[in-house]
């Protein structure tokens, strides 16, 4: 889910251990689920969801990037990431490192590529219809991060993976992204009973809605900055690049 997946689950490259009994249940992941969507992508019309090209794993699509596109990507690759979410939550076999921490960080590469996008339009071609879109999924996208992060069903295999014996045999690593994964969950409102996790779904809606708000607005104020300089200051500057910097001015 890039910067927003971050926040769940850190990135790590990681081996698993199955779980130890005298008689192991078969063990099931997601594994379906992301080969149906590695099926749908083939069938995605809209770039923004499209798995990058090229070598070192690919480079986004920026000549095709519209912006009517991104609405619609981010609202089906949301949709892609919880039913993955859902298989593991569901996943009927005993809670593993494999099964549970793995699996979390294979899932939302649908939606990790459209945050690039996101990413790029937010920081380097902000635009009224842009900030537009923004303000309307900043609270949904909100709902969604704590959709998942108050999935109790989750949360509990999570949390036995955190408690369990074998985290001691992981190595370091998995170790550390086990821990960032429930702490993350944690600190996101998975232990709140009742109303009080109720009450802190809302304030994260509505503080996503109060920074968009403010974001835009230095935005917007930004665009009316003028920079006022003399002839003098430019001296040394090549006559092209003068002419160029003018003409864009005006």
């Known amino acids: 889910m890039g910067k927003f997946k971050s926040s769940l689950t850190a990135m790590a490259v990681v081996v698993a251990l199955g779980a130890c009994s005298e008689q192991k249940a078969p063990e099931t992941t997601s594994t379906d689920v992301q080969n149906t ?8 019309d809209n770039v923004l969801l499209q798995e990058f090209k090229g070598p070192y794993g690919g480079v ?18 949301m949709e892609l990431n919880l039913k993955e979410i859902e298989a593991i939550a569901n996943n009927e076999a005993p809670p593993t490192f494999e099964n549970v921490i793995v699996e979390m960080e294979r899932a939302g590469a649908e939606l990790g590529r ?4 996101y990413g790029i339009w937010s920081s380097n071609k902000s635009s009224p219809e842009f900030r537009e879109i923004q303000a309307e999924m900043s609270p949904k996208l ?3 991060f704590t959709q998942i992060t108050q999935n109790e069903k989750l949360f509990e295999r999570v949390k036995t993976v955190y408690e369990s014996d074998e985290l001691k045999s992981l190595t370091p690593e998995e170790q550390r992204i086990t821990w960032m994964t429930y702490n993350s969950f944690a600190r996101n409102g998975a232990t709140l009973d009742g109303e009080a996790k109720k009450r802190y779904a809302e304030i994260n809606q509505e503080l996503a809605t109060l920074h968009t708000k403010f974001s835009n607005n230095v935005l917007a104020d930004e665009e009316n900055y003028v920079t006022y300089i003399t002839e003098d ?3 040394g500057l090549p006559a092209s690049f003068v002419k160029a910097a003018k003409a864009a001015a005006e």
């Open 114 to 117: 459209v945050f690039t996008y």
């Open 233 to 235: 200051q430019l001296d």
């Open 142 to 144: 909100s709902a969604f």
């Open 60 to 77: 986004p699509a920026f000549d095709k990037m519209n912006l009517e596109d991104l609405k619609p990507a981010l609202e089906k690759a």
């Open 37 to 44: 969507a590695t099926s749908q992508q083939a069938q995605f």
